[in-house]
Nanobody, 120 residues
Framework: QVQLVESGGGLVQAGGSLRLSCAASGSISSINVMKWYRQAPGKQRELVAAITSGGSTNYADSVEGRFTISRDNAKNTVYLQMDSLKPEDTAVYYC??????????????WGQGTQVTVSS
């Protein structure tokens, strides 16, 4: 069994910063790609950022230059540093992990989501 626990969401004024964390635990052999998605009310879930096991990253155009994704492989944790936040960044943020379990099954897992609200 694998669990993802997210933390770091909250309320911040426009121009402020937040740092999200997502820690994976359980029967894990290795983690491949780690991603952050977000879903605003009435909108589809969208990919925000991704990072491979080798550290390669990619970002949505809307957050490029403002958000930074990183990971600590020793802690099975992915982070999303969000700077220069805008009201349109308001959403529930979800982490997503693709991994091999300890029995070498290929699986995908989602975090429970954390609310980020940016006031104008």
């Amino acid at each position: 069994q694998v669990q993802l626990v997210e933390s770091g969401g909250g309320l911040v004024q426009a121009g402020g910063s937040l740092r999200l964390s997502c820690a994976a635990s359980g029967s894990i052999s290795s983690i491949n790609v780690m991603k952050w998605y977000r879903q605003a009310p009435g909108k589809q879930r969208e990919l925000v950022a991704a990072i491979t096991s080798g550290g390669s990253t990619n970002y949505a155009d809307s957050v490029e230059g403002r958000f930074t994704i990183s990971r600590d492989n020793a802690k099975n944790t992915v982070y999303l540093q969000m700077d220069s936040l805008k009201p349109e960044d308001t959403a529930v943020y979800y982490c997503y992990v693709n991994l091999y379990t300890s029995t070498y099954l290929y699986r995908n897992y989602w975090g429970q989501g954390t609310q980020v609200t940016v006031s104008s």
